[in-house]
């Protein structure tokens, strides 16, 4: 007769399941796992160090590149304990347009998660509708921050520009020709409030689509039900946030329970979960979809009807415009000096934190009054989450530690920091 012994293997870091750089030694007995014990640190970049040698304003585009999937939340966060410090408060519209690329950043942010996760489990279709729609929003990104990713578009004291008054059109090219252009820039004629108000009117046939995929599919299911499951007392234990919270049936959100920029004027519901497995995770962030979406559109709304300031009146944090600067040399001087230099802090410490797409973002500044922080931490949601990855997958089958990093939707640029 076979004996069969314990043995040891190691997961990723370059299994495609792994998320990037996550290397899991697994304990097995057979085909169940006894012990997981994630290796992390393979893409520390020492993000927080870096910024204590930077000006405030030097270190947004580092944000950006923390949890590289949500990006503009990150540098939310940052901007709003910056903001605190100074004690400033910004304009309105501009507090509209973050909570409205907020949203969208989540969308982007559950779409990603939406198609890994399914991608990973097996389902192949998910992936290619979902980045359909991420496309859209990309080219809003893009709008207002000339770039697709790391927009670096907040400020401290609002936002970077105005929202365009045009969208990017498609070009003619030798791939396509003049009848598929109509096609495709027909809801590119007018600004980007113009083509986000498209967008949201047809998102929600699109989140149809992925629960006609997903939602009662048998196999998701048996590949979903009952595995990872958190309890909700644990789940608070482990310092889970976000959906792995609600997703346990604590009604914990951040923009509801401690509400920051206008969310406490904006209509939404916080959807929880009842047995705390894979399955009502995705629930959660399904249903999660569909509120950003809510959010977005009442963000149209008040902007399209508000015209007005999108920086704070203060010559000290806002640069001047470009138009000023190449014709005044004192206005070109004090641009550099913004820049180069920054502004110095009052003396003291903030904790500031967001609602990010997964789970409470936080940053603690502290300052000693000069133009940099004295020091940067940075609450990575992941972070708990991952810690938890052990007690998670005990007694699981080793496909099943698939289903769980992908549940705990984790990106190793804000866990290694």
């Known amino acids: 007769m076979k004996q069969f012994k314990n043995f040891t293997m190691n997961f990723g870091p370059q299994h495609p ?3 990037g750089v996550l290397r899991l030694v697994l304990q097995m007995d057979g085909e169940v796992i006894k ?6 640190g393979l893409l520390h970049r020492a ?7 930077k000006p405030y304003n030097q270190s ?6 923390l949890d590289y ?3 503009m939340c990150n540098e939310h966060a ?3 304990a910056i903001e605190k410090l100074l004690n400033i408060d910004i304009p309105d519209r501009a507090k509209y347009i973050r909570v409205m690329f907020d949203e969208i950043t989540r969308i982007l942010n559950h779409l990603l998660w939406l198609g890994a996760h399914a991608l990973d489990i097996g389902a192949m279709s998910v992936f290619l509708y979902s980045f359909r729609e991420r496309e859209d929003l990309m080219d809003c990104y893009e709008a207002v921050s000339g770039t697709r990713m790391h927009a670096t578009y907040y400020r401290p004291g609002g936002v970077s520009r105005d929202l365009p008054e045009n969208m990017p059109k498609y070009e003619k090219s030798t791939l396509r020709d003049k009848s598929e252009l109509k096609d495709l820039n027909y809801n590119r004629e007018g600004s980007l409030l113009d083509f986000l108000e498209d967008f949201v009117s047809r998102f929600p046939e699109c989140i149809n689509e992925y629960e006609d995929l997903l939602t009662d599919n048998r196999i998701w299911k048996q590949r979903t039900v009952g595995i990872g499951v958190v309890e909700p007392e644990r789940a608070l234990e482990l310092g889970f946030t976000g959906p792995m919270l609600r997703g346990s049936g ?6 509801k329970k401690q509400p920051y920029e206008v969310y406490n004027k904006l209509k939404f519901d916080i959807p929880i ?3 705390g497995d894979s399955y009502d995770r995705y629930l959660v962030r399904i249903e999660e979809l569909k509120q950003s979406n809510k959010i977005i559109k009442q963000c149209i709304d008040w902007l399209k009807n508000n015209p007005g300031p999108i920086m704070v009146d203060d010559a000290k944090v806002t640069p001047p415009n470009r138009e000023t600067m190449k014709e005044d040399m004192e206005a070109l001087i004090h641009h550099f000096k913004t820049f180069t230099e920054g502004y110095c802090t009052p003396e003291g410490e903030t904790y500031t934190a967001i609602e990010a797409p997964k789970g409470e973002f936080g940053i603690y500044l502290i300052s000693d009054g000069a133009n940099k922080p004295y020091r940067l931490k940075i609450r990575a949601p992941g972070f708990s989450h991952l810690s938890a990855l052990n007690e998670m997958c005990k007694n699981h089958m080793l496909s099943d530690v698939v289903t769980i990093i992908g549940t705990q939707d984790i990106v190793f640029g804000e866990i290694d920091r």
């Open 69 to 71: 999937v949500s990006m």
């Open 60 to 65: 947004i585009g580092y944000m950006d590149r």
């Open 250 to 255: 604590i009604a914990w959100d951040l923009r």
């Open 35 to 40: 012990d997981a014990d994630p290796h992390i």
């Open 17 to 19: 399941a792994a998320h």
């Open 47 to 53: 993000t927080e160090k870096l910024a204590e040698s």
């Open 78 to 80: 940052y901007v709003l």
């Open 273 to 275: 979960g009842k047995t």
